[in-house]
T-cell receptor, first 115, second 112 residues
Framework: DADVTQTPRNRITKTGKRIMLECSQT?????MYWYRQDPGLGLRLIYY???????NKGEISDGYSVSRQAQAKFSLSLESAIPNQTALYFC??????????????FGPGTRLLVL | GESVGLHLPTLSVQEGDNSIINCAYS??????FIWYKQESGKGPQFIID?????DKRQGQRVTVLLNKTVKHLSLQIAATQPGDSAVYFC???????????FGQGTRLTINP
């Protein structure tokens, strides 16, 4: 999964701080996604983008914002972090195929702890 | 609403045995189902998918079964190996939608 990179891989921050998680991909994919994973739960979609000018809210977008700076870059921001945003965050990409879910590639994840 | 869940959170099997991981879904409008494997410290990896107009699909050592009558999905792994130890997620795509809805996950442990 080196084609999808996430920085940082681990981050500890305090309540109220602004945090940005970055995602870069070299797969040439148009579609990018941000997910959150909590212990014992599946992944939940935060935001997704089908191209540079397209941004869509997922099921849990409150408290988050995103920026699609380029086709290859999609960043996730927590404007004012709170403890219940402690989670594992994944970026993913997919192509334009009819079955985009088949080509959804995930990054290695960013582990965020909000104190 | 969108809801995908798993019957069991953990499953242990002996190496070499077959394993079956189950998943229930509630939205009859879902037309695509996918199984992902997530190893420790890594992102999910696609394993196999199935369309709603199929009831079975086979891959290498894996088989996915879909029972639309009871809204049930299963992943069968044959001749399990230590490398199969991971958390397995089912996910669905609603007809016309472009995003995945993930289930809770089952942790599969392969005992030597």
């Amino acid at each position: 999964d080196a084609d999808v990179t996430q920085t940082p891989r681990n981050r500890i921050t305090k309540t109220g701080k602004r945090i940005m998680l970055e995602c870069s991909q070299t797969k040439g994919h148009d579609r990018m996604y941000w997910y959150r994973q909590d212990p014992g739960l599946g992944l939940r979609l935060i935001y997704y983008s089908f191209d540079v000018k397209d941004i869509n809210k997922g099921e849990i977008s409150d408290g988050y914002s995103v920026s699609r700076q380029a086709q290859a870059k999609f960043s996730l921001s927590l404007e004012s972090a709170i403890p219940n945003q402690t989670a594992l965050y994944f970026c993913a990409t997919s192509g334009r195929g009819y079955r985009p879910q088949e080509t959804q590639y995930f990054g290695p994840g960013t582990r965020l702890l909000v104190l | 609403g969108e809801s995908v869940g798993l019957h069991l959170p953990t499953l242990s099997v002996q190496e070499g045995d077959n394993s079956i991981i189950n998943c229930a879904y509630s939205n009859s409008a879902s037309d695509y189902f996918i199984w992902y494997k997530q190893e420790s410290g890594k992102g999910p990896q696609f394993i196999i998918d199935i369309r709603s107009n199929m009831d079975k699909r086979q891959g290498q050592r894996v088989t996915v079964l879909l029972n639309k009558t009871v809204k049930h999905l299963s992943l069968q792994i044959a001749a399990t190996q230590p490398g199969d130890s991971a958390v397995y997620f089912c996910a669905e795509i609603l007809q016309g939608a472009q995003k995945l809805v993930f289930g809770q996950g089952t942790r599969l442990t392969i005992n030597p």
